[in-house]
C-alpha cells in the first residue's frame, strides 16, 4: 500500500463480541481499513469519539442502554461522522431503516446481506467498498438531534407550501428515484430543474411522468403552484413570483444555466419563506448552492443529496457549503418530503 494511500479509520458499535470479531476480520481484510475500537454499547462509542476521531461508525439499532437510532440521533447532533447502520432489524426499506436514515445516518443494511464466513466473498467486498466510499462523505450536523428524543418521525414534521429541486448530470434518475416514492395524491407542488440537453426537455418530462405516482408536466405561466411536479421548461428561468404565480424569467442572467436552480430556489425563498423546502440533488458545478443558501435563511428546510448516491457530488457538496440543513441519500430525502404536512400559502 502506498504511503499516500489513506487508511478509513472504523468504529464498531455491535452487543455481540462475536459478530464484532467478525466484522473486524472482514473489514480489515482490505488493507485501506483499519478498525481503530469495538464497542458493545451505543454510550461507549459515543465517549470514545472524540479521541478515537473515526471516518466511519457502524452502528447496530438493538443495544444495550441507549438504542442505535437515539446513538445516531446523538452523534449527528454534536461530533457528525458517517454512520452506517449494520442491523439484523432492518430491511431495505423498512421503518426501522428509514427511521436510522433521517436520524443521520447514510446507510443501513440487514446483517443478512453478507456471509462473515466468507470473507473475500462478492458481498464482503462490496460492503469493503461501501465502508470506503462512505469514509468520504461529507456530513454536517443536524440541528434538530437532541439527547434522548423518543419520537424521531414526530419531530421530522414540519409544514411546506412549495418544493423546489434542482438537478444536472445524474439527475433523471435521482429524480425519479425520489419522486417514485411520493404518492399520486402528495399535496405539495413541486417544481423542477434538471439541466437538460436542449431539445429533451419535454421527452424528459414524459419520461418522469410514466416513472412516479404524481403526475408530470411542463411549468404553465400565470398558474398558481398546485400539487403535481413541474418541470423547467427549455431556456427560461422558472419561478414563482410576488403574486405566488408560476412565471418563466428569459431575461435574467444567473450563471451557466438556462433553466437556473438558484434562480428558482431564490424566488421560493422570497414568496414562500420559512414554508419553502430546497432540494439540491446530483449535477456537476454550483447551482442552486446560492439558492439553497436563501432558502436556509429564510428559515425553510434545505436537503442535499449524499455523495454515496450522487452520480456527481458538485452540486450537493456546494449546497452542503452552503448551509444544507440535511445531506441525506436518496430514500432519507423521499422520507423526509414525505412526512411534509401541507399548508395553504395565502398571499395579498
Given amino acids: 500500500m502506498s504511503a499516500a494511500t489513506p487508511v478509513r479509520r472504523v468504529l464498531v458499535c455491535e452487543d455481540s463480541a462475536t459478530y464484532a470479531a467478525g466484522l473486524s476480520r472482514l473489514l480489515e481484510r482490505d488493507r485501506e481499513i483499519d478498525v481503530i475500537g469495538v464497542c458493545e454499547t451505543a454510550e461507549q462509542a459515543i465517549a470514545r469519539m472524540p479521541t478515537l ?6 452502528m447496530d439499532l438493538e443495544l444495550p442502554g441507549m438504542s442505535g437510532a437515539e446513538a445516531i440521533e446523538q452523534i449527528m447532533g454534536v461530533l457528525p461522522v458517517p454512520i452506517l447502520v449494520l442491523s439484523g432489524h432492518v430491511e431495505r426499506r423498512s421503518q426501522a431503516a428509514l427511521h436510522a436514515l433521517a436520524a443521520g445516518a447514510l446507510d443501513a443494511l440487514p446483517k443478512a446481506d453478507f456471509d462473515l464466513g466468507d470473507p473475500d466473498g462478492a458481498a464482503a467486498q462490496a ?3 461501501r465502508v470506503k466510499v462512505l469514509c468520504g462523505v461529507k456530513v454536517i450536523r443536524h440541528p434538530r438531534a437532541r439527547l434522548n428524543l423518543r419520537k424521531a418521525p414526530a419531530a421530522w414534521s414540519r ?10 448530470t445524474g439527475g433523471p434518475q435521482a429524480l425519479a ?15 423542477v430543474v434538471q439541466h437538460i440537453s436542449p431539445g429533451f426537455v419535454e421527452g424528459f418530462a414524459r419520461w418522469l411522468d410514466g416513472e412516479v405516482p404524481p403526475s408530470v408536466k411542463l411549468a404553465v405561466p400565470g398558474a398558481s403552484p398546485a400539487p403535481g411536479i ?12 410576488g403574486q405566488g404565480r408560476i412565471a418563466l424569467d428569459q431575461t435574467t442572467v ?17 414568496w414562500a419563506g420559512s414554508d419553502a423546502v ?3 440533488l446530483t449535477g456537476m458545478g454550483r447551482d442552486g448552492a446560492e439558492g439553497l443558501g436563501d432558502v436556509n435563511r429564510a428559515g425553510g428546510l434545505t436537503i442535499a443529496q449524499d455523495e454515496a448516491t450522487s452520480a456527481v457530488f458538485g ?16 430514500d432519507g430525502i423521499a422520507q423526509r418530503l414525505r412526512a411534509l404536512l401541507p399548508l395553504e400559502h395565502a398571499r395579498r
Avoid at 476521531?53 to 457502524?58: A, E, F, G
Fill in 230 to 241: 413541474w418541470i423547467a421548461p427549455e431556456g427560461a428561468h422558472l419561478i414563482v413570483n
Fill in 159 to 168: 409544514s411546506a407550501s412549495v418544493i423546489g429541486i434542482c438537478a444536472s
Fill in 53 to 58: 476521531k473515526p471516518d466511519l461508525v457502524t
Fill in 278 to 280: 430546497a432540494v439540491v
Fill in 315 to 330: 452540486m450537493p457538496r456546494a449546497a452542503a457549503e452552503c448551509g444544507s440543513e440535511l445531506v441525506l441519500p436518496l
Fill in 177 to 191: 428515484a425520489v419522486l417514485a416514492d411520493l404518492p399520486a395524491s402528495f399535496p405539495i407542488p413541486i417544481l
Fill in 254 to 270: 444567473a450563471g451557466m444555466h438556462c433553466p437556473s436552480g438558484d434562480v428558482l430556489l431564490g424566488s421560493l425563498a422570497a
Fill in 127 to 129: 460492503l469493503r467498498h
